[in-house]
């Protein structure tokens, strides 16, 4: 089973950046699709941006225009570049994959926490 371990969280004042990273243990081409997902307090699991192995990426309407997703060179690497962060950005942030199109998204990681602060 691939293990996904995201990192590059932190504390960032309004209208920063960060650009977090999820390393898979395998090939992320084998996956229809990856996927970024944050989870603020109290609430589920929001999605916030998927890519497919052909490259399309699409993006929920509250990041759009700020957040990007890529995957690195390595076949094992997805980012989420994040600009003009916003206080309701802040949230724990998972990476995940999705094995076929429409399927279930696989168990989530620790994530990586965001929080976006003065």
């Known amino acids: 089973q691939v293990q996904l371990v995201e990192s590059g969280g932190g504390l960032v004042q309004p209208g920063g950046s960060l650009r977090l990273s999820c390393a898979a243990s395998?090939?992320?081409?084998?996956?229809?699709?990856m996927g970024w997902f944050r989870q603020a307090p109290g609430k589920q699991h929001e999605l916030v941006a998927t890519?497919?192995?052909?490259?399309?990426?699409n993006y929920a309407d509250s990041v759009k225009g700020r957040f990007t997703i890529s995957r690195g060179n390595a076949k094992n690497t997805v980012y989420l570049q994040m600009n003009s962060l916003k206080p309701e950005d802040t949230a724990v942030y998972y990476c995940?994959?999705?094995?076929?199109?429409?399927?279930?998204?696989?168990?989530w990681g620790q994530g990586t926490q965001v929080t976006v602060s003065s």
């Open positions: 995940n994959r999705q094995t076929v199109y429409g399927g279930p998204w696989g168990q």
């Open positions: 890519v497919t192995s052909g490259g399309n990426a």
């Open positions: 395998g090939n992320i081409f084998n996956f229809y699709a």
